[in-house]
């Protein structure tokens, strides 16, 4: 046994097999090779007096035609791309295709141009309603149309710039609006509109026969009777501009609401605010009692307007307390 080969197999086994394996390859390909139908193509040389038998596999026709096919597809693309790229025809054509794209954003923006001015002239309407709600001066159409004022930039389509000039027009108008009705709240607010405590008028604003003199003299509030210790409210928001004691009153809360309107708090049993500070719509202020010059357990209450005594019943919403 010589060395490297293997222990029981015959010296030469391995090349025998390998050849035999060719032998077997060769055959199947030259079985198949036949057995594949082929184009028999006969070319004859007349002044050679000689001719050739071509025998090729049909498949090598169909691979072909493939090729030829694909090459002038790709020929094609690549000339259609270099006319549209390269050529006055390809310009036109991107031109034609642009402005096809324009058109169709131009009535898109023609449609919202419309749709904005419906929406702007409902606006307009609104905010006249809300100017003579608040009692504020109307503003005229052709006055809105003009847009007096207005600092938007021009632009070439004059429809779109007076579109701008009344947008412009109508955001300022509506910043007056804001703010007129913020000072409407503040107003509001500041006046004295509740009940400054939960009890029943004896006495209201104006003539009356004075329970003390019994002569006929102007009250000049009225007067609420409530259990002693009952809260006392303030009727809006304010500064407390008095706390302390008045001749004929007893103890007095004073409160200064602005815009010409104090409340005055009278006969209070205790008070439970201090002089300058702020109070606000409902906050306790004081208790009932009977302190100065009162027949019984009550608070007088009243209402001045630019220094003068008005009927407090006329800013109070609630018709019973």
């Known amino acids: 046994m010589s060395r490297g080969s293997s222990p029981g197999l015959p010296t030469g086994w391995a090349e025998h097999n ?9 055959r199947g390909f030259y079985l198949v090779y036949s057995c594949v139908e082929r184009l028999q193509v006969l070319v004859t040389l007349k002044r050679r007096n000689r001719s050739f038998n071509l025998s090729l596999p049909l498949y090598y026709l169909y691979l072909t035609c493939a090729v030829v096919i694909g090459f002038m597809f790709f020929s094609g693309a690549l000339t259609r791309f270099l006319v549209n790229r390269w050529t006055d025809k390809g310009l036109l054509n991107r031109l034609v295709a642009e402005n096809s794209l324009l058109r169709s954003r131009l009535a898109a923006y023609e449609a919202a141009t419309d749709s904005f ?26 006055v809105r149309r003009m847009g007096i004022g207005g600092t938007a930039p021009r632009t070439p389509v004059p429809s779109v710039d007076e579109l701008l000039r009344r947008a412009g027009f109508e955001e300022r108008s509506m910043a ?10 503040e107003r509001l607010r500041n006046l004295p509109s509740i009940w400054p405590v939960q009890g029943w ?30 809260p006392i409210v303030a009727t809006a928001d304010g500064r407390v501009s008095f706390t302390g004691w008045r001749p004929g009153f007893g103890r007095v809360v004073e409160i200064d609401h602005g815009y010409g309107i104090q409340t005055f708090y009278g006969h209070c049993q205790s008070i439970k605010v201090n002089q300058g500070a702020r ?3 409902g906050q306790p202020i004081a208790t009932v009692g009977s302190s100065g010059r009162a027949t019984g357990t009550h608070l007088h209450y009243g209402v001045r307007l630019n220094g003068n005594w008005v009927n407090p019943a006329s800013y109070i919403l609630s018709t019973t307390p």
């Open 279 to 281: 109070v606000n719509r």
């Open 176 to 185: 007056e609006i804001a703010a007129a009705v913020s000072r409407q709240k």
């Open 201 to 230: 008028v004896t006495s209201g604003f104006g003539m009356r026969d004075d329970p003390w003199t019994g002569s006929r003299s102007m009250h000049q509030g009225m007067d609420i009777v409530a259990p002693p210790g009952t």
């Open 117 to 142: 001015r419906t929406f702007l002239t409902a606006v307009e309407r609104m905010d006249n309603r809300l100017r003579a709600a608040i009692n504020l001066n109307l503003i005229p159409a052709d």
């Open 18 to 26: 390998v050849l035999d394996l060719y032998n077997t390859l060769t």
